[in-house]
């Protein structure tokens, strides 16, 4: 599976507006939740791929449940659009996470509060995340082009008044490690 996606910084937008918006363009509000990554640091190995990922994500929902998640993201192959294979599965608890630690390997974190909105195949998040403030994501998987994710996203954007923000492909981990924290 491929995901499409870009963030824009909400900074100075007033979200509760943005996402009365959403619903009134015909999103559902899917969930409101907590998710804590933990990155896997592979950077040391003899074969790493550079630009790839392993994530272990921890979900607890409003309702108190909680859910992990073991995803690897390959290498981008686009920089104007984050483009990239990701391949996920479900995990039963957070042992794995203890064993990359007891092998040595270190995890970094990016800690967040996802609303999450869908319509069709485009998913919108609005996240508050740590360290770096409010953003949006807009995502698709596996759209039949770039130029068509594009074209919704464009739409979107200037349904929304987002229009002309800058789009960011960068990943909040990259963010939070470009702003040292």
């Given at each position: 599976?491929?995901?499409?996606?870009?963030?824009?910084?909400?900074?100075?937008?007033?979200?509760?507006?943005?996402?009365?918006?959403?619903?009134?363009?015909?999103?559902?509000?899917?969930?409101h939740?907590?998710?804590?990554?933990?990155?896997?640091?592979?950077?040391?190995?003899?074969?790493?791929?550079?630009?790839?990922?392993?994530?272990?994500?921890?979900?607890?929902?409003?309702?108190?449940g909680?859910?992990?998640?073991?995803t690897?993201?390959?290498?981008?192959?686009?920089?104007?659009?984050?483009?990239?294979?990701?391949?996920?599965?479900?995990?039963?608890?957070?042992?794995?996470?203890?064993?990359?630690?007891?092998?040595?390997?270190?995890?970094?974190?990016?800690?967040?509060?996802?609303?999450?909105?869908?319509?069709?195949?485009?998913?919108?998040?609005?996240?508050?995340?740590?360290g770096l403030?409010?953003?949006?994501?807009?995502?698709v998987?596996?759209?039949?082009?770039?130029?068509?994710?594009?074209?919704?996203?464009?739409?979107?954007?200037?349904?929304?008044?987002?229009?002309?923000?800058?789009?960011?492909?960068?990943?909040?981990?990259?963010?939070?490690?470009?702003?040292?924290?």
């Amino acid at each position: 599976m491929f995901e499409y996606e870009v963030k824009l910084s909400l900074d100075g937008f007033d979200v509760d507006f943005l996402k009365r918006k959403l619903c009134d363009l015909g999103f559902k509000h899917i969930s409101h939740r907590f998710e804590e990554d933990h990155y896997i640091d592979f950077r040391g190995c003899v074969n790493y791929v550079e630009d790839s990922a392993l994530r272990i994500r921890i979900y607890k929902s409003s309702d108190g449940g909680i859910r992990y998640k073991l995803t690897f993201k390959g290498p981008r192959s686009s920089m104007d659009v984050k483009v990239r294979e990701e391949i996920e599965m479900d995990l039963l608890d957070d042992r794995l996470l203890e064993i990359f630690r007891k092998l040595g390997f270190r995890d970094l974190i990016v800690r967040k509060v996802r609303d999450e909105y869908s319509r069709g195949d485009l998913k919108v998040y609005i996240d508050d995340v740590e360290g770096l403030g409010v953003f949006m994501e807009i995502e698709v998987l596996n759209p039949e082009s770039k130029e068509a994710y594009m074209n919704k996203l464009m739409e979107l954007l200037s349904s929304l008044n987002l229009s002309g923000r800058p789009l960011i492909v960068k990943t909040y981990l990259e963010l939070l490690l470009q702003r040292g924290s």
